[in-house]
């Protein structure tokens, strides 16, 4: 654990690479912080990252780089000993540049890997599940997994304007189909008097890049 009063650990430090960092993760016993961000250079599906390590006032150390793994949204860090074992998504999918499984291997300075690599563990902890990140809790040896569990969407949805069916529409989807009668995405507005909130929510909140047969949050 960091001990101390909270607060800005430093800012403005530059990392191996050039793009914006995704996520952060510390390894608290053996006082090493970690970076992931895209790597530079790459097509932004191909799933390729650069990894940082820094010390605790933001200096770089070392770098490694996973080819096909994700987007690094978010990556945890394992204390054993004095070895670091990091976890990240792995085994991209092109369509949306997101992790199919998870990963786990040991930090080595330099290195590039893949989701083949000797020493690399990956697995898919939910056998529906898509876009899988982690986040380490080292203190109480756990792990949690966020990621997405896939849906097809009802027959009775419509286009949005400019869009293919449903592309909009996610987790509240069941909402506004119990309506009466159901509710359209293209009706889902705030002022329709049939959408639920929850179906509201999910119309005017969602990203615009989703398909017919786009996953939907999940919980784990």
């Known amino acids: 654990m960091l001990e101390g009063p909270g607060g800005e650990v ?12 995704q996520s952060i993760a510390f390894d608290s016993p053996n006082q090493r912080l970690f970076a992931g961000q895209l790597r530079a250079g790459t097509p932004a599906n191909s799933g390729d990252l650069t990894l940082t390590q820094l010390t605790l006032a933001g200096d770089v150390v070392g ?20 070895t670091t074992y990091l976890w990240t998504e792995t085994d991209v999918d092109s369509a949306n540049a997101r992790g199919r499984q998870i990963a786990r291997f040991r930090w080595q300075d330099g290195a590039t890997l893949t989701k ?10 939910v056998a529906d599940g898509a876009v899988f990140t982690p986040s380490v809790d080292q203190q109480h040896g ?23 069916a449903c592309t909009s529409i996610r987790s509240a989807l069941p ?6 009668p159901p509710v359209s995405p293209a009706t889902a507005g705030p ?28 919980t784990m």
């Not at 430093?10 to 960092?21: G, N, Y």
């Not at 999910?202 to 017919?212: D, H, K, L, V």
């Open 10 to 21: 430093f800012r403005s430090k530059p990392l191996a690479d050039v793009t914006v960092m």
């Open 63 to 82: 770098h490694m780089y996973l080819k096909g793994f994700g987007h690094a949204v978010s990556i945890g860090a394992e204390t054993v000993g004095r």
């Open 116 to 125: 083949d690599s000797p020493g690399l563990r990956s697995w898919k902890p």
């Open 142 to 164: 756990r792990i949690a997994i966020r990621h997405t569990q896939a849906w097809t969407a009802p027959t009775w949805c419509t286009a949005r304007p400019k869009e293919s």
């Open 175 to 180: 909402d506004c189909a119990s309506a009466s």
């Open 191 to 218: 002022t329709s008097s049939t959408a639920t909130a929850s179906c509201k929510k999910a119309y005017w909140a969602t990203p615009y890049s989703r398909s017919p047969a786009s996953p939907r949050p999940g």
